[in-house]
């Protein structure tokens, strides 16, 4: 059992994209604040903070969540994939090859959470169909490329992991 | 948009959490899958001075299945896992076709089936679907065990019959009769949003007539509400698409929705009425049928 | 990711080329201003009204300045105190702008009005602290509606303006009366369309960082327009007395040298703009207002009074839709707080924030009548339109330069013989008005839903209604009635010719029947328009004389001592992708590649003044176009360096790929490191080797970019819930630079639309209570609901040299108009007449008659 008063910190560990990271926080701070902020990976993004746009899902033991609707401290030892952790150096991820294809964003702030909705999609239906994708896809926002360009990067993405799986059986 | 500061408290055991509920249930929220809380608590809308998180207390995190077929969800069950589950999908139809309708997947990987019940959204799914099928809530505290009906349970907006010092271990749903079909229907504006008006509703097909029905709405008030008037109306009578006609005309009489920004009363106790018949004739279908 | 894949050597422009921001958008690595963290920075929280409108009697910030990690608390009084006020930037005859200063000192206007700014170690306990500061008020009757604004009675949001109206105006071109008594008939019909928020998924945010040494500003900021920033808050935040301003500029003559011939400049370009302006609106203003004057003083001198301008600078922006093209109160409250404090500040808009003062748009009614004779032949028009302009005026423009632009719009692409147009913009106690997305379109939807009111009067079909109105190629050129020269490129027939062949409307008249068999209820919807993108000189001038110094783009192109070509250009891109399209266009004009070529943008410091910045569909035709004529310049100058090199005539110089030869012989080249090398010996290192900017304000022809939109819905007659089975637009944007980008544009701007009249709403109670502050009560659609968008293209050429047209804002113009005809059309037989914009599923209802 532990109890944290107003103020005081608690310690975390939090493995980012294979990285294990010991912090000392607040227990009020959101996941997403954590890794933007104490972790340094501004590329989840904050677009609502109520947990309805979706800019900030990262994988949390490979599964999406909404990181502003944790607390870093209830993310204590699991493991994160954030966008920062999905390309392998300058390999891009097919999923990211295929969003660049495909056109598929405008000004990027919706992209990371797009992007890590659209790894767990995959990973949980490899061959979704276009009405597929979308409803899986309906819990993320983009204000800027009314989506199209999106579901058929969703679709090249397919295309460029069967290509992949094709060659190294 | 920031959470307040709390005292935060994380058990590690039943016993512990419901000593702690005790001596500060009345300034204290539990935190579940904090898919309703955090929010709550980020906008700053009368947020607790406490919290406790019980996501390391052990044993409340199975499903597990009757030798009668009663279906039994922990307080740590997330809505993802209830979604998945088979043996939900066989003894509980009703509540696995429910689940995909909750949110979007990122939601549902959090939340869980029994914070969604404590919290008593009267737009939310899984109160019409526990008072569509008669299921018992159990509350713990340190003063014993209680066992309540889903008919007693949800008692206003975000009300419940839970005491401050009492968890909700469980939830249990009754065994479901082969004769019986359900549906999930639900209107909402927007893929995963809450329901604009909603309907969980069973029926029970004896002998070609109808032994038993209930019909539970959501987004239809301050909680979620069963239609006594119009299950009576459908008890005893051949079910057909002209009975089911008569239902949806009780219903929409019965119902008195109030008006908001996604809809007017006139509207939401048309689509009550709506609801009813598709629901009713996706129920009859679906008798016999698994889901 | 290169896009070597893509050289053709037929060039870049025209082709779909991959998007160079990808490589940093796609990994997490862009940098948007939340991303940005000075060391020590303090975090900024509003403290915002909970009353419409309300006096202020007393604020109580002690409490709050005590809480734990505040550094500081600022009142309303506080800011007023330090700041000059909000100024009228275009003063209109018979328009009042309201001068307000950045936070509310006295009074409320609306849920929502910054009353005191706190700073604190964190967001966090800013928060905490915020919610410590206590205000007293005192009520007043709140404003909530344009109906309400225009009650007698209604208590004035503005003392010095006389009740709640603040701009009545009529325009009138033609014999108005005449046409309407010879006309055969005349139907009327009033539209009303409700709030709407741009909504762009970055909120808006400021981080500004103070020198300690020089008190120099350096503003991140997620702006449309970096240039306008950075005067406004030199004008604003760091109010200074007319005297000492005066002192100070006396005393230095450098700086008295450099504003004499700025000046000049200015009005040596400008000059015919200028002649153009007269003080009528500055009349107004100042009857209204006498104060306007000694501020506008005041803040001149202090803007001459001073050396020290704030950088203004941005990297990746997320969106926004005309919102960010504002200038937030919030910013000069910032900059206030780090000037007196010596430290830096940052605010991240929350978006609660964002849905209540982060901009709303289009509350309008319109009652727009028609003079028509029975064959369909269109006569007149007649519109008496309102806006509702919120609490606080847009700046540096808002509603009242919107309608200008509608009163030249409003005729569309159709012949009439006469128009009128009564203006009103009023007051209410609501959020306030910016620009979104084609800020003057509801002329379109008025005027698109009018002709299929007409249509089903005459019984004509609504686009053989327009068909035999519209102004065709055979009429060109030709002027619209409101005054702008026509040609070619006003090609809506052509679009709306092509539409009707990929659509099929026999095809569609049978699924419609059968349809209803089944009881599911078809309609199909049009819309055509054109917009200046640019348009003509005389476009501008037609909205209001003397803007058209406005609009022009100044781009810098470069070749570097060691051959890189580095571009600069004012625009402020913010998701179109302006980086991957100019380096499109200078890599034609020099021959080289697209990853040659790097652009600059977003800070004030390096880049070329622009006022608007990004907006107004602008970034193709005036920033493509000083980009090109730039580059052009400087690859005249690599042509001569070469051809002397080479032993060669400057015309006989080819650039393939960066191999600068003479044609025909490419294996005797040189580099642009080699050119550039010994162009720039001899120059001082940081000189560039080649370099040429050009101001470019369009080539004085055509400039409109047109479409029509299509829209199939399929109404659920139980649920009231409609969909789009089928939805398309064929636009004329001139040449494309890139089809991949226009189409994006094309279609987020038709998913914006398809918003409007089906999920978004910015609505208020009966007291100005904002009823939709979170997402989940403003709906902004998502995957699931918005369908595949068609878009064909249609490449008209200007008459003249007019290069590329604007097409960012056109999707958005066109929807609404096709969805509610398509409504209405499918409602037709239940007598249903679709006036209002927003049709959520309860209001189909209605309309059809079911509740
Ligand atoms: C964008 C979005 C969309 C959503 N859409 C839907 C939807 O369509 N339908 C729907 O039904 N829900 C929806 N939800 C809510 C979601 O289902 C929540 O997960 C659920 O309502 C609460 O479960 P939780 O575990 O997250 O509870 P928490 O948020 O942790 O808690 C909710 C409340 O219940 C109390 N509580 C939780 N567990 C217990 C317990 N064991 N004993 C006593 N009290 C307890 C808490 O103290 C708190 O007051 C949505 C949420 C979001 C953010
Ligand atoms: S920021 Fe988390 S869902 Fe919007
Ligand atoms: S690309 Fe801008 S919000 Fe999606």
Known sequence: MSTTNVGDSLGVVLT????????????????????REDVGLTGTHLGCEHGVCGACTVLVDGQPARSCLMLAVQADETEITTIEGLADGDELHPIQQAMHESHGFQCGFCTPGFLMSTVALLSENPQPNRSEIRAELSGNLCRCTGYQSIVDGVETAVSLLNEAQGNQP | MKNPAFIYHRPVGLDETLSLLADVGHDAKILAGGQSLLPTMALRLGPPEQLIDISRVPGLDGISVSATGEVTVGALVRHATVEHSADVGRYAPLVAETMPYIGHRAIRNRGTLVGSIAHADPAAELPAVCLALNATLRAVSTDGTRDIPAAEFFEGYLQ????????????????????????????????????????????????????????????????????????????????????????????????NPAPDVHGTTAYRKHLAGVLTERGLSQATAAIGVPA | MSNTTQQSGLGFVGQSVKRVEDQRLLTGKGCYVADIEPEGVLHAVFVRSPLAHARVTSIDVDAARRAPGVAAVFTGADIVEATNPFPPFLMLPNLYTPLHWALSDKKVRMVGDPVALVLATSRYLAEDAAELVEVDYEPLDAVASISDALAADSEPLWEKADGNVVYDQTDTYGDVDAVFAAADRVITERF?????????????????????????????????????????????????????????????????????????????????????????????????????????????????????????????????????????????????????????????????????????????????????????????????????????????????????????????????????LRTRVVSTNKGKYVAYRGPWANETWARERMLDVVARALRMSPTDLRLKNMIGEADMPTKMIT??????????????????????LDAFATAKEEAAKAGRRLGIGFACYHEAAPGPPDYLTSV???????????????????????????????????????????????????????????????????????????????????????????????????????????????????????????????????????????????????????????HGDGGWSTATHVCFVDVDLSTGIVTIPRYLVVEDCGPVINPAIVDGQVRGGVAQGIGAVLYESSIYDSDANLQATTYMDYLIPTAAEIPDIEVHHIETLSPGENDFRGVGEGGMIGAPAAITNAVEDALSDLGARVTDQYLPPSRILELAGII
């Open chain 3, 544 to 698: 209001n004389p003397g803007t058209d110094a406005l609009s022009a783009e100044t781009a810098r192109t470069t070749v570097q001592a060691d051959g890189s070509v580095v571009v600069y250009t004012g625009q402020m891109p913010h998701g179109q992708s302006h980086e991957t399209t100019y380096a499109q266009v200078v890599a034609d004009e020099l021959g080289v590649g697209i990853e040659d070529v790097e652009l600059v943008w977003g800070n004030t410091d390096r880049t070329p003044f622009s006022v608007l910045g990004t907006g107004g569909s602008r970034g193709g035709p005036m920033g493509g176009g000083s980009v090109k004529y730039s580059s052009r310049k400087v690859r005249d100058l690599i042509n001569h360096q070469a051809a002397e090199m080479l032993e060669a005539s400057p015309s006989d110089i080819e650039i393939i790929d960066g191999n600068i030869h003479v044609a025909g012989v490419p294996a005797r080249g040189l580099s642009f490191g080699e050119v550039a090398a010994a162009a720039a010996a001899g120059a001082a290192p940081t000189d560039a080797a080649f370099e040429a900017t050009v101001d470019y304000g369009g």
């Open chain 2, 160 to 255: 419940t019959a839970l005491k401050p010092n009492e968890l909700l271990q469980q939830v249990t749903f009754p065994a479901w009769p082969s004769t019986s079909g359900g549906a999930l229907v639900e209107v909402s504006r927007r893929h995963g949003d809450y329901a604009l008006v909603g309907l969980a509703c069973a029926l029970d097909v004896r002998d070609g007539v109808v032994a038993s029905a209930s019909l539970a709405f959501f987004s239809v008030g301050s909680t979620a509400q069963r239609v006594s008037e119009a299950e009576a109306h459908l008890v005893g009578s051949e079910p057909s698409a002209e009975l089911f006609a008569r239902a949806a005309e009780v219903v929409s009489e019965a119902l």
């Open chain 3, 192 to 420: 009303s369309c409700q709030r709407q928020a741009n909504q762009p998924m970055e909120t808006r945010g400021s981080v500004i960082e103070v020198d300690p040494d020089t008190g120099h500003l350096t503003v991140h900021n997620a702006t449309q327009s970096s240039h306008m920033l950075r005067w406004i808050i030199a004008a604003l935040a760091d109010k200074q007395s007319t005297p000492s301003s005066l002192k100070s500029f006396v005393a230095n003559k450098e700086r008295r040298n450099a504003f004499v011939s700025a000046a000049k400049d200015f009005v040596s370009t400008n000059a015919d703009s200028l002649q153009e302006q007269d003080n009528a609106g500055m009349i107004s203003q100042v009857k209204a207002d006498k104060s306007t004057l000694v501020h506008l003083q005041r803040i001149a001198l202090g803007l001459l009074g001073r050396d020290n301008y704030p950088t203004v600078k941005a990297q990746d922006i997320g969106g926004g839709f005309g919102a960010k093209g504002s200038i937030a109160r919030e910013d000069v409250a910032l900059a206030a707080a780090a000037i007196k404090l010596g430290r830096s500040v940052k605010w991240i808009e929350d978006r609660v924030e964002n849905l209540t003062d982060g901009g709303h748009a289009r509350e309008e009614t319109l009652e727009v009548a028609v003079a028509v004779d029975n064959d369909g032949t269109l006569r007149g028009m007649k519109v008496d339109l309102i806006v509702d302009q919120g609490a606080y005026p847009g700046f540096p423009v808002g509603a009242p330069f919107a309608t200008r632009i509608m009163k030249v719009m409003f005729p569309g692409s159709y012949k009439f013989d006469a128009y009128g």
């Open chain 3, 483 to 504: 005054g702008p020269t026509l040609d070619e490129t006003m090609s809506t027939k052509k679009t709306l010719e092509r539409a009707i062949e990929l659509v099929d």
């Open chain 1, 16 to 35: 980012i994209n294979g990285k294990r990271h010991m912090l000392e926080v607040e227990p009020r701070r959101s996941l997403s604040d954590v890794i």
